[in-house]
T-cell receptor, first 113, second 111 residues
């Protein structure tokens, strides 16, 4: 039973560029949440997708957008990258029945130079 | 916005000792969660608590959901070297769908 997978593992981008991160949820899970984790801090909620729609959104600008596909996988897109976007981006999946029990992927380490 | 205060920020203990850490919030949550994160990996769910006053164990770990619904604590008994890592609490209101995380307690266990 595969857990949550994310790609790529690491990414280096230049300020102003755009990036797309990908996530495949744990088998049987239909809800995907994205978090940003800066060094030395806890994960910060970006948004959550369920049934291919954004269900909840945290305090992040519109430069952060996402998508969920019919197979429940998800993408996180960030436009006009800033140096402050450098962080570990975590994807978490859960079942609609137990939305609190989130299983996290290993994350994508994004560095913006 | 909602904030979680997690304490202590770091702990240095001897192998075999018990550990206690806690999390307080200015807001009420209907679910409390405890995670452990190892370097280079995502957080791993340790314990989920769904009712005020609930006390739940997972092996050597025990967590409680505070009766005010604004706090939770995690105890680790008889610590071992593999307990090393960062422990995060998270509060969730299931109707809102998003988890709010604390900034973590870094645990170091000396053999």
């Amino acid at each position: 039973d595969a857990g949550v997978t994310q790609s790529p593992t690491h990414l280096i981008k230049t300020r102003g560029q755009q990036v797309t991160l990908r996530c495949s949820p744990k088998s049987g899970h239909d809800t995907v949440s994205w978090y940003q984790q800066a060094l030395g801090q806890g994960p910060q909620f970006i948004f959550q997708y369920y049934e291919e729609e954004e269900r909840q959104r945290g305090n992040f600008p519109d430069r952060f957008s996402g998508h969920q596909f019919p197979n429940y996988s998800s993408e996180l897109n960030v436009n006009a990258l800033l140096l402050g976007d450098s962080a570990l981006y975590l994807c978490a999946s859960s079942s609609g029945l137990k939305v609190g029990e989130q299983y996290f992927g290993p994350g994508t380490r994004l560095t913006v130079t | 916005g909602q904030q979680l205060n997690q304490s202590p920020q770091s702990m240095f203990i001897q192998e075999g000792e018990d550990v206690s850490m806690n999390c307080t919030s200015s807001s009420i949550f209907n679910t409390w969660l405890w995670y452990k994160q190892d370097p280079g990996e995502g957080p791993v769910l340790l314990i989920a608590l769904y009712k005020a006053g609930e006390l739940t164990s997972n092996g050597r770990l025990t967590a409680q959901f505070g009766i005010t619904r604004k706090d939770s604590f995690l105890n680790i008994s008889a610590s071992i070297p593999s307990d090393v890592g960062i422990y995060f609490c998270a509060g969730l209101n299931t109707n809102a769908g998003k988890s709010t995380f604390g900034d973590g307690t870094t645990l170091t266990v000396k053999p």
